[in-house]
């Protein structure tokens, strides 16, 4: 996808999904979405979802999983980015009590491991990374895929955060500390 393109995060829309990802895949298609990521296929083939995004002119932009399941279920992964046509598996959540050493030290083996599939691993925020510093500890190998509501929502400026990453999630929060 260019950098113009727009990508809807199917996590979103999880309980539509749930129901009938088809339908939801042909909604956002409809809607004028160029591309989607993906977090779950709920039950379905890799073979089939990739069918209804063909069929429908949407681009899986990427894959949100756990680090637990890229650690232990990456041969998986990688079929179905084979299947899908993604190439960032990105980190979806850390419990913000994990953001630790150890956790930084898994993620960098975690992206090692996904280079030599073939991938590129990233990391998706939330407020915590953000106020706790974690991103910036990531290292180079690994992107940020930056939810710029998170990083305003832990008070912190997005657009100081941008460039560490091709994909960057925009969304609406109401208020943070005060903030309107």
Not at 19 to 37: F, H, K, P
Not at 55 to 65: D, F, N
Not at 89 to 108: F, G, K, Y
Not at 143 to 154: I, S
């Amino acid at each position: 996808m260019s950098d113009a393109q727009i990508g809807l995060m199917l996590y979103s829309v999880r309980e539509a999904c749930a129901a009938d990802l088809e339908g939801t895949l042909r909604d956002v298609a409809a809607i004028g979405y160029d591309g989607v990521e993906i977090f779950d296929l709920h039950g379905h083939m890799p073979a089939q979802v990739s069918a209804w995004l063909d069929e429908l002119g949407l681009v899986a932009i990427a894959r949100h999983s756990l680090l637990e399941s890229i650690e232990h279920d990456l041969p998986a992964l990688a079929e179905e980015a084979r299947a899908l046509g993604w190439q960032r598996l990105v980190v979806s959540w850390v419990d913000p009590a994990n953001l630790t050493d150890e956790t930084l030290d898994r993620i960098i083996v975690a992206a090692s491991a996904v280079s030599d599939a073939g991938l590129e691993l990233g990391y998706h925020n939330h407020d915590a990374e953000v106020s706790q510093g974690f991103l910036e500890r990531l290292p180079p190998a690994v992107f940020v895929e930056l939810d710029a509501g998170w990083a305003w929502y832990a008070g912190v400026d997005p657009v100081d955060l941008l460039g560490r990453g091709p994909l960057v999630h925009i969304k609406d929060l109401g208020s943070s500390a005060g903030r309107q």
